[in-house]
């Protein structure tokens, strides 16, 4: 068994209106777009064009470090960075290798289903421009400049990850990072969150660092565990037979679930950097950091500390109300005016959760509103029906304008008027009925408090309040 030691080199794609160094529209879907429709002299690398940053561009930036806490360099500049691929258009990118905007800051995420936390560090981040895109068709190969010129964010972390698992959770929280606060999609089968994997492998931690494998062309999460898994596999087999593992840059397939090669270390290019001698230092103001200071970010790593901490949710609530933007807005709006967050996520997370996926609409589209919806829940609160005639009810809401009162009655859910006293003598002859089961709870099985109170229910024919029964049945057995 050897230790794996993985980093990562990742480009998340900006949604701002345009793109880093043109007005040319930043479109986020190339699939529906005509080919060359939002280019300029610029972006196509025109003689004389110069480059301009973009505001947005910069602000997006701005607000991802700010959520990432990092540290934030007032003064910057950007490089020049040539290399010979077809889809360059100037033949160099615009980027920022010597001194970044943002560098030396950690980033906390939870593994092992949210139970434990990990920190992993990360050496800088950095805008730069997209290339263009290659279109093989036949023998012709084609570019399309509307993907050159967008803005990137380029993250590079230490290498701080040990096993897949930690890379993939880093990644979904830095996915929700940009889209909860709109600075990002990072739709990884778009491409607009794109990752680089560096692997290397030694026998333990007083051991040096292997030589890495840099992994490209990996785009989803399930890529990503079958590459890293595939090079520890690869790599290992090489030092058992004690071959030298070269430093290499490798290719992803998919289709094969190998790793192929791109070049050797002996092929690395040489980039040849140097100041970007069209654009000025990057100089932030004070009004740019007092903005920045004013920006109110949501972090979905204190949202899943909340959620464990303060509600005592498990992984399912956790996952589902976490992995759609929309789903938590609501849910915090619902929780914003002081309703039980736990009897809140169980209506949202089984019922309409189901539905939601059986008939592909957004919690938004529901047939009834919120107000109809904070009803449900109140009753849920109040307990005034038994757990399975809520589910009838919010199954009959899901389908229909009703409200739940108006459900309620029709069905003859509501509380048929029983008297107290009347009531506890129902209560104490189910009680004398299952003297097993009262010993039980005299053990500290207070989950048998449920049995009393379905009996009871059944004895009323459901005529009687469960909260009411459950009290009387507690006081009873006390």
């Known amino acids: 068994m050897y230790l794996k030691t993985i980093w990562l080199e990742i480009h998340i794609k900006l949604a701002s209106p345009n793109k880093i160094f043109c007005q040319c529209k930043n479109e986020q879907n190339f699939d529906t777009l005509i080919p060359n429709t939002n280019i300029c002299p610029v972006c196509t690398g025109q003689p004389g064009a110069l480059p301009t940053l973009s505001k947005e561009v910069l602000e997006l930036s701005l607000k991802l470090w700010k959520a990432l806490n990092c540290h934030i360099n007032r003064r910057s500049h950007f490089d020049r960075k040539s290399y010979f691929y077809t889809d360059l258009p100037m033949w160099y990118q615009i980027t920022q290798q010597y001194e970044p905007t ?19 560090r990360i050496e800088n981040a950095h805008m730069e421009c997209d290339t263009a895109k290659m279109i093989h068709n036949g023998w012709a190969a084609l570019v399309d400049f509307n993907r050159a010129g967008t803005p990137l964010l380029e993250i590079v972390t230490g290498p701080d990850f040990h096993d897949e698992e930690e890379v993939v959770e880093f990644l979904k929280e830095l996915q929700r990072i940009a889209r909860y606060n709109n600075i990002s999609d990072a739709d990884m089968d778009k491409w607009q969150m794109r990752v ?8 333990d931690e007083n051991s040096p660092y292997g030589k890495r494998t840099e992994l490209k062309w990996v785009n989803s999460f399930g890529m990503i565990r079958r590459g890293i898994s595939y ?7 090489l030092l058992d037979e004690w071959k030298e593992n070269e430093q290499q840059t490798r290719m992803w397939n998919d289709a094969e679930w190998v790793s192929k090669l791109m070049r050797s270390k002996e092929d690395a290019l040489d980039y040849r950097y140097f100041p970007e001698p069209d654009m000025p230092e990057l100089v932030l103001t004070d009004e740019q950091m007092e903005w920045l200071d004013a920006q109110e970010l949501v972090i979905p790593h204190q949202i899943i500390k909340k959620f464990k901490q303060e509600y005592w949710f498990n992984k399912e609530y956790i996952n589902w109300l976490i992995n759609d933007q929309e789903v938590l807005d609501y849910f915090l709006s619902l929780v914003d005016l002081w309703l039980d967050p736990k009897i809140t996520a169980k209506r949202i997370v089984w019922p309409i959760a189901a539905y939601m996926k059986e008939n592909f609409v957004w919690i938004n589209e529901l047939k009834f509103d919120k107000e109809k919806l904070i009803e449900f829940i109140k009753v849920a609160i109040d307990w ?3 757990d399975n005639q809520l589910k009838v009810v919010m199954d009959e809401m899901l389908i229909s304008w009703k409200k739940a009162q108006e459900i309620i009655e029709e069905k003859w859910f509501s509380t048929q008027g029983i008297d107290d006293s009347e009531l506890e003598n129902i209560v104490q002859s189910v009680i004398n009925e299952n003297p097993a089961i009262v010993e039980q709870y005299k053990w500290w099985k207070t989950t048998t408090l449920g049995f009393f109170v379905w009996q009871v229910m059944k004895k009323t024919a459901w005529k009687a309040n469960p909260k009411a029964v459950w009290d009387i049945v507690t006081k009873l057995l006390s």
């Open 384 to 386: 005034k029906i038994m």
């Open 231 to 237: 090079e520890y596999e690869r790599q290992s087999k």
């Open 102 to 120: 943002n560098v030396d800051w950690k980033v906390n995420f939870f593994v092992n289903n949210y139970e434990e936390e990990r920190t992993v």
């Open 196 to 203: 680089d994997v560096n692997i290397s492998i030694r026998k």
